[in-house]
């Protein structure tokens, strides 16, 4: 289980002002659940996705895991615990396969038929995929679906995803959505948290956080919360988006 309790977060503007991202947080992630965090732009959602995995250091506050506070641990040592990050926009990583990063990933010798179990759950031909480089060459869909490959080889105890959907096309966010609502039906000792504002993966959460201005202002069971946020900001059906640009 996460928690996180009373978390505060600023930053130093160019003007020497301290300026509040998150204020005095506080929610909980429970084991087989998976919590979709929205909110309008600029709220704070993914500065808390970056202090869940040890890229911010709060000001003040706990983020507790299975009840140790990892606020002083480092990013690596918050991976060997299990948390896994996948970022808004892939790493690529040139002269490095794909088959390599899930084998990194993974921390064991892993098979090619192995490694294709991975890619073919998140609906990549893996024979295709298997020797390419995870570079230039692959478009943001792909990269975004291989690095949920690497999450899941990984069999991480939280996994956080920031955005998932940003800057990939209306097919491949279709098949985004059905890897995640495979992940959500196969989740045993874990939990998941995705950053989102798109209501098709609202759709398919246990509980919605909604952050504005740092703030928590709604927090409960999607049943609850999702009909408070249709037809706001915080809830924008990528469909919606893209016809409003027709």
Request: with cysteine.
């Amino acid at each position: 289980m996460l928690e996180i309790k009373d978390l505060s977060y600023s930053v130093t503007d160019e003007d020497g002002s301290r300026r509040e991202i998150i204020k005095d947080l506080s929610l909980t992630v429970e084991d087989r659940k998976l919590l979709v965090v929205t909110g309008p732009n600029g709220g704070g959602k993914s500065t808390l996705a970056k202090l869940i995995t040890g890229i911010e250091t709060p000001d003040k506050g706990q983020i507790l895991l299975d009840g140790q506070d990892i606020c002083g641990m480092s990013i690596t040592e918050r991976a060997r615990l299990g948390i896994g990050f996948a970022f808004q926009q892939p790493v690529r990583f040139k002269g490095i396969r794909v088959y390599d990063l899930l084998r990194i990933a993974s921390g064991k010798k892993l098979s090619p038929a192995e490694a294709c179990e991975y890619l073919s759950s998140v609906g990549l031909c893996a024979w295709d995929y298997l020797y390419r480089e995870a570079n230039s060459s692959l478009s943001g869909g792909e990269l975004k679906r291989i690095e949920i490959a690497t999450v899941l080889a990984r069999g991480t105890r939280l996994s956080v995803f920031d955005e998932p959907e940003a800057g990939i096309d209306l097919w491949s966010f279709q098949n985004l959505i059905k890897v995640f609502e495979m992940m959500r039906k196969n989740i045993k000792d874990s939990s998941m948290v995705i950053i989102s504002h798109q209501e098709r993966i609202l759709n398919i959460a246990d509980d919605i956080a909604v952050i504005s201005d740092g703030c928590l202002s709604a927090y409960g069971p999607r049943e609850e919360i999702l009909p408070q946020l249709l037809g706001t900001d915080s809830a924008m059906d990528v469909c919606d988006r893209l016809r409003s640009t027709i």
